[in-house]
Every structure is written in structure tokens, then in C-alpha cells.
């Protein structure tokens, strides 16, 4: 496998750490870029973007990166706050009257660090709801918490981009892909965004699932949780409609809004996304408000991922597992389902980025990315 892209000297192993998740590791399509201290240091790509192996995988190819979307999200509402547009603690109904249904006391802190309970869709909802931007958010204001909000931490895969996503769009008076050009592409020279459209880059890979599981890296409980209550949240979480886990290649998903999982992005996008917020003086957001979106808002074993996560606003937060651990205790990212991942390291200064084509099982990062970020940091030594 041919490898293209550079790495500055200093980090020259990085090279041989991803060309081995080509041969050991079943990637067939990926890159991996690194910023630190607002320079790019590290930028690999190699494979193919398509499943005939026919188009070729290049530095500004997007792929579906799923939850990662999540931190890009939370990034433009933060910035909703930072214009004093939005209070992170006051209803989220008083800026959008209808979502008071069932949940008039949830605030946007709630929203942004999974304490709502609005984890799912409570009854069955028509399978092509979730191509339907306003539609899906009518559905979210309409939909009661599953538990008291505030009382418990329960991560919510899908809902989370409607919910937030409706919220920033009354605040800022802006359609949130217009926002989202505004704030963050162009400031930052972004190639992706949510869906396929309004991109830079028409580049777009195909992704499914990797040929051979990898070795997990700790338990992936949700399956059992399904099984153990299909009619539960965790199921109707992930399955409810069923098109949630379905068809993340077609024109249908990649032309909707579904920021909480359909983001494209670079891994050079995920880079400078994070490498801004690391590197001391971010151009998208003021340090305070990193600070306080970096900050720890909820710990604990989280009722839809049944595993113990922290929560700041809108990001997850490093931890001492090698799957959650983005750099020392100030790091701060997204992974998302299939391997994907973007993470800031402000001790480091550095911006992270990791993308591929082929889809793992894990929960958080796998194999692949925990390569790659621990060979980096033994470079940092």
C-alpha cells in the first residue's frame, strides 16, 4: 500500500503506525493529520475512497464520521453562547416555545452534556423521518425524557443533533448549515460539514464495515442492552427508525441534516477543528468558553452507552482509558462509531484527526486510532 502525505521531522513513525493499520488492520481507505501549535505536522492518506477500489483515497476525501459530527455541533453552540445569544442554564423551551412538551425545565447544559434524558424517539416514528430536517426536530420538541432530566447521564446518539441543532438555529436566526459556513468552514478553511452538500470537497468514500472484527479494546455492552429490552432506550436509541443504522452510503442520508452522525469531514477538517481549540488562542471560540466547554459536566455510567463516561459540553473528555484518552487530563474530542475520531490536547497544543472507510464494532476508539495517537505521544516524550 502506497503511502502519501508527510510528517515533520520528529514524527516520522507515525508513517509506519498507519501504513500497519493497512496491513495488519484491514483499512483500505484513511488519512490521519495532526496540528500543533496552529502547524500541521502530520498528514498521511492512502487507500481508495470507493468499494471497487477504483477511486483514490486523497487528503481532502471526506468520510462519514458519525458521533465525531457531535463536537462540531456543540462547537457552534457554544459560540451561540459566547455572542450571549444563548444562557446555557435557562430552558431550552424559552427560546423554543414547543420543545416545553414534557420537558419545559431541560436547559441547553442538559442538552449539550446528555443529562436531558431525551435519548430516543418514545414511539415508532416512520423510517424516512430522519431525512426530514424540520420534521425530525417537530419530533424531538414533541418527545418526553425518559427519565427525570438532570437525574441521570444518558448519551444520545441521534437525538442530540436535532435537539441541539433546533436550539441553535432559533437562537442565531440562522439556518444551521449557513451557521455552520459562517463559523467554522470558512474561518477555518473546513473541505466537509453535516450531509454532502455546500462542501469544498465533492469528494465523498463509502464506508462499511471492516472484513475482520479487531481485538476490542474493552466490552461493547450495548448489544446485550438491546437484547435485554427492545423497547427500552437503548434500543429504540439506536433503531429507532431502523434507517438510523442503515444506508450511510445513500443519497438520502448524505443529502439530510442529521449533525449528531451524518458530519463529512476531512481528517485534516477534525485536525484544524481541534487544533484551534488547543492551541491557546482559537479563532472560533474564546479561551473562556473553551475552558467551560472542556470542563467536566457529567461522570458516570452512562445509561445508553453502559459505560462510564465524562461529559463537558457537547465533548467527551480524556480519560486514563486508552480508548478515551486524548492526550493528558485536559484533552478533549468525539469519536465516532466505525473508528473516526477528532480531539483537542491543550497541553500539547494539538489537533487530531483520524478517519477511515472501514467501520470497527468498537465503543469509543479502536485499535487503529489508539495506534496511532500512542505512537505520537511517544514521539512527544
Given at each position: 500500500?502506497?503511502?502519501?502525505?508527510f510528517?515533520?521531522?520528529?514524527f516520522?513513525?507515525?508513517?509506519?503506525a498507519f501504513?500497519?493499520?493497512?496491513?495488519?488492520c484491514?483499512d483500505?481507505?484513511?488519512a490521519?493529520?495532526v496540528?500543533q501549535?496552529?502547524e500541521l505536522?502530520?498528514?498521511?492518506?492512502?487507500?481508495s475512497?470507493?468499494?471497487?477500489?477504483?477511486?483514490?483515497?486523497?487528503?481532502?476525501?471526506?468520510?462519514n464520521v458519525?458521533?465525531?459530527?457531535?463536537g462540531?455541533?456543540?462547537?457552534?453552540a457554544?459560540q451561540?453562547?459566547q455572542?450571549?445569544?444563548?444562557d446555557l442554564?435557562r430552558?431550552v423551551a424559552d427560546?423554543?416555545?414547543?420543545?416545553?412538551?414534557?420537558k419545559?425545565s431541560v436547559?441547553?447544559?442538559q442538552?449539550l452534556?446528555?443529562?436531558s434524558?431525551?435519548v430516543?424517539?418514545?414511539?415508532r416514528?416512520?423510517?424516512?423521518?430522519i431525512?426530514?430536517?424540520?420534521?425530525?426536530?417537530?419530533?424531538v420538541?414533541?418527545?418526553?425524557?425518559?427519565?427525570?432530566?438532570?437525574?441521570?447521564q444518558?448519551?444520545?446518539p441521534f437525538?442530540y443533533?436535532?435537539?441541539?441543532g433546533?436550539?441553535?438555529e432559533?437562537v442565531a436566526?440562522?439556518?444551521?448549515?449557513?451557521?455552520y459556513?459562517?463559523?467554522?468552514?470558512?474561518p477555518?478553511n473546513?473541505d466537509?460539514?453535516f450531509g454532502?452538500?455546500?462542501?469544498s470537497?465533492?469528494?465523498?468514500?463509502?464506508?462499511?464495515?471492516?472484513?475482520q472484527s479487531l481485538p476490542?479494546?474493552?466490552e461493547?455492552?450495548?448489544?446485550?442492552?438491546i437484547?435485554?429490552?427492545?423497547?427500552g432506550?437503548?434500543?429504540?436509541?439506536?433503531?429507532?427508525?431502523?434507517?438510523?443504522?442503515m444506508g450511510?452510503?445513500?443519497?438520502?442520508w448524505?443529502?439530510?441534516?442529521?449533525?449528531?452522525a451524518?458530519g463529512?469531514?476531512?481528517?485534516?477538517?477534525l485536525a484544524?477543528?481541534?487544533?484551534?481549540l488547543?492551541?491557546?488562542?482559537?479563532?472560533?471560540?474564546?479561551q473562556?468558553?473553551?475552558?467551560?466547554a472542556?470542563?467536566?459536566q457529567?461522570?458516570?455510567?452512562?445509561k445508553?452507552?453502559?459505560?462510564?463516561v465524562?461529559?463537558?459540553?457537547?465533548?467527551?473528555?480524556?480519560?486514563?482509558?486508552a480508548?478515551l484518552?486524548?492526550?493528558g487530563k485536559q484533552?478533549f474530542?468525539h469519536?465516532?462509531?466505525?473508528?473516526?475520531?477528532g480531539?483537542a490536547d491543550?497541553?500539547q497544543?494539538?489537533?487530531?484527526?483520524y478517519i477511515?472507510?472501514?467501520?470497527?464494532?468498537?465503543l469509543?476508539?479502536?485499535?487503529?486510532?489508539?495506534?496511532?495517537?500512542e505512537?505520537?505521544y511517544g514521539?512527544?516524550?
Amino acid at each position: 500500500m502506497e503511502i502519501y502525505g508527510f510528517c515533520a521531522p520528529g514524527f516520522e513513525a507515525l508513517l509506519e503506525a498507519f501504513a500497519k493499520n493497512f496491513r495488519e488492520c484491514g483499512d483500505t481507505g484513511a488519512a490521519f493529520a495532526v496540528r500543533q501549535h496552529g502547524e500541521l505536522i502530520c498528514s498521511l492518506w492512502a487507500g481508495s475512497a470507493d468499494r471497487d477500489g477504483e477511486q483514490p483515497f486523497t487528503e481532502e476525501t471526506l468520510v462519514n464520521v458519525f458521533s465525531s459530527s457531535k463536537g462540531v455541533l456543540a462547537l457552534l453552540a457554544m459560540q451561540q453562547v459566547q455572542v450571549g445569544k444563548l444562557d446555557l442554564d435557562r430552558p431550552v423551551a424559552d427560546y423554543w416555545p414547543e420543545f416545553a412538551q414534557h420537558k419545559e425545565s431541560v436547559t441547553a447544559r442538559q442538552l449539550l452534556s446528555h443529562r436531558s434524558g431525551l435519548v430516543a424517539f418514545r414511539e415508532r416514528v416512520k423510517d424516512n423521518l430522519i431525512y426530514d430536517w424540520q420534521a425530525a426536530c417537530d419530533a424531538v420538541a414533541e418527545t418526553a425524557p425518559w427519565w427525570e432530566p438532570g437525574s441521570e447521564q444518558g448519551y444520545a446518539p441521534f437525538l442530540y443533533g436535532w435537539s441541539l441543532g433546533g436550539l441553535i438555529e432559533r437562537v442565531a436566526e440562522k439556518p444551521l448549515l449557513e451557521l455552520y459556513r459562517e463559523m467554522l468552514a470558512k474561518p477555518l478553511n473546513l473541505d466537509g460539514g453535516f450531509g454532502a452538500l455546500g462542501h469544498s470537497s465533492s469528494r465523498i468514500a463509502d464506508v462499511s464495515p471492516l472484513k475482520q472484527s479487531l481485538p476490542e479494546l474493552r466490552e461493547n455492552a450495548i448489544g446485550r442492552a438491546i437484547k435485554e429490552d427492545r423497547k427500552g432506550p437503548v434500543a429504540m436509541a439506536f433503531s429507532n427508525p431502523v434507517s438510523l443504522m442503515m444506508g450511510t452510503n445513500s443519497p438520502e442520508w448524505r443529502g439530510a441534516l442529521i449533525p449528531a452522525a451524518n458530519g463529512h469531514f476531512s481528517a485534516r477538517d477534525l485536525a484544524a477543528v481541534y487544533g484551534d481549540l488547543a492551541g491557546g488562542n482559537p479563532i472560533t471560540l474564546g479561551q473562556k468558553w473553551v475552558d467551560e466547554a472542556s470542563r467536566e459536566q457529567s461522570r458516570g455510567r452512562d445509561k445508553v452507552l453502559q459505560a462510564e463516561v465524562s461529559f463537558g459540553c457537547g465533548f467527551i473528555r480524556s480519560t486514563q482509558a486508552a480508548d478515551l484518552r486524548f492526550g493528558g487530563k485536559q484533552g478533549f474530542g468525539h469519536p465516532g462509531a466505525g473508528g473516526s475520531v477528532g480531539f483537542a490536547d491543550p497541553e500539547q497544543g494539538l489537533g487530531v484527526g483520524y478517519i477511515t472507510t472501514r467501520l470497527g464494532q468498537s465503543l469509543f476508539m479502536d485499535r487503529r486510532a489508539v495506534s496511532l495517537v500512542e505512537t505520537l505521544y511517544g514521539l512527544l516524550k
